[in-house]
T-cell receptor, first 111, second 113 residues
Framework: QQPVQSPQAVILREGEDAVINCSSS?????VHWYRQKHGEAPVFLMI?????EQKGHDKISASFNEKKQQSSLYLTASQLSYSGTYFC????????????FGDGTTLTVKP | EAQVTQNPRYLITVTGKKLTVTCSQN?????MSWYRQDPGLGLRQIYY???????DKGDVPEGYKVSRKEKRNFPLILESPSPNQTSLYFC????????????FGNGTRLTVT
């Protein structure tokens, strides 16, 4: 089952913050986050493993709550370069070959 | 430079004409996978390979074939393409394990008329 992302789209001004959520009906072992700019390949941002774990990448951080089966991506003081579509993904714990991605959240940062 | 290379980047073909999209990686990754991306549907896995000669179906394998004869190459074959296979295709690779990040190729935009 595909993870569900919300919101589907966000429009921000430079300097504003945003939160993107990813939830699953199945138990999550890990969550991957990727960003895809228009016309380009998805690029890896971070992986979260443990429940409650938080990680950071520049001013982008994420948390993972395995009990709630959800992860959130936090974009702080957004920059124009943050624009793109963000995907959360999971890789099956018992079968690392299977992977599923959410539908994506399109983030637009305006000057 | 470490990379996943897909060819061609753009392909327009007609219904029923067999085609192959190539994918090659130079990072010595065991795992390779194909995805299709359609508006509003995110990335959906077509096939994956855990290692040479080991392939398995993803979520949307119908109408596609793959082979993994060498570690670096993982071609996607459409024996008889149909218009519903018009999509953006991505190949990805990684080391084995659910905690390793995927490295994506630049994509192949396929149009089947």
């Amino acid at each position: 089952q595909q993870p569900v992302q919300s919101p589907q789209a966000v429009i921000l001004r430079e300097g504003e913050d945003a939160v993107i959520n990813c939830s699953s009906s199945k138990a999550l072992y890990s969550v991957h986050w990727y960003r895809q700019k228009h016309g380009e390949a998805p690029v890896f941002l971070m992986i979260l493993l443990k429940g409650g774990e938080q990680k950071g990448h520049d001013k982008i951080s994420a948390s993972f709550n395995e009990k709630k089966q959800q992860s959130s991506l936090y974009l702080t003081a957004s920059q124009l370069s943050y624009s793109g579509t963000y995907f959360c993904g999971t890789r099956n714990n018992t079968n690392a070959g299977k992977s599923t991605f959410g539908d994506g959240t399109t983030l637009t940062v305006k000057p | 430079e470490a990379q996943v290379t897909q060819n061609p980047r753009y392909l327009i073909t007609v219904t029923g004409k067999k085609l192959t999209v190539t994918c090659s990686q130079n990072m010595n990754h065991e795992y390779m996978s194909w995805y299709r991306q359609d508006p509003g549907l995110g990335l959906r896995q077509i096939y994956y390979s855990m290692n040479v000669e080991v392939t398995d179906k993803g979520d949307v394998p119908e109408g596609y074939k793959v082979s993994r004869k060498e570690k670096r190459n993982f071609p996607l074959i459409l024996e008889s393409p149909s218009p519903n296979q018009t999509s953006l295709y991505f190949c990805a690779s990684s080391f084995t394990g659910s905690l390793t990040p995927l490295h994506f190729g630049n994509g192949t935009r396929l149009t089947v008329t």
